[in-house]
């Protein structure tokens, strides 16, 4: 609870400084931008939240509206495959109408997709047009959707089969940081560093990319 309030705190502040600097910016300038991103990414490690720890590959896409020069809402999209985090079903533990004997999970056979909506707060550098350098931060939340495949074995026939189980759980607050260089006026590229359902142990996903942007 702590941790959502001073990010809502650092928000307000930020939104305040977006909106006063604002007014002195041109005002032509292109709403929208639409980014693709590939990169290396993790979810905590035996119940740890290391930040650092990456196991997989990801991909996403996310679509920006700038409110103003400082300040844009971005969905994006991400997809990490060997890295899930999903309760087995009730009706399969044991004692259970189908009781099992034994669960094997493959590990090429879990799958991640998060489903977030972001605001995102720009810091100029350079104050040159091209190549402009900006941080930025962003704060968000959203959805995320873990879905395993179990090779299970039931304990009245001995037979083994295969079962799949998928499982939403919320976002909380995805917190992430990242800089942004552009190439030309509608053309930039993106460094991103992100934690998403930041503090959720097994559900945490810290994810690192390289992404491509282009504005119109």
């Not at 039931?154 to 079962?163: A, G, I, V």
Request: proline content about 3%; aromatic content about 14%.
């Amino acid at each position: 609870m702590k941790s959502l309030i001073a990010i809502l705190s650092i928000s307000i502040v930020l939104l305040c400084y977006g909106v006063d600097l604002s007014a002195q910016e041109e005002k032509n300038y292109k709403r929208l931008e639409i980014s693709g991103y590939f990169g290396t990414g993790g979810k905590a490690r035996d119940g740890q939240l290391i930040p650092f720890y990456f196991t997989s590959h990801c991909i996403a896409l996310g679509l920006e509206y700038y409110l103003n020069p400082r300040i844009s809402v971005e969905g994006q999209i991400t997809y990490l495959p060997n890295i899930a985090y999903a309760n087995f079903p009730p009706k399969w533990r044991p004692g259970g109408e189908h009781a099992i004997t034994s669960v094997i999970v493959r590990e090429d056979e879990k799958h991640r997709l998060l489903l977030d909506i972001n605001l995102l707060f720009y810091f100029d550098f350079i104050k040159i047009k091209i190549p402009a350098i900006s941080l930025y931060l962003s704060a968000g939340t959203g959805y995320q959707y873990d879905r395993v495949q179990f090779n299970v074995v039931t304990r009245s026939t001995l037979e083994q089969y295969k079962f799949e189980y998928g499982e939403f759980c919320f976002l909380w607050i995805s917190i992430g940081a990242g800089f942004k260089v552009n190439i030309t006026n509608g053309l930039s590229a993106r460094l991103l560093y992100k934690i998403h359902r930041f503090g959720g142990e097994e559900t945490q996903t810290n994810r690192l990319a390289l992404g491509l942007s282009c504005r119109f």
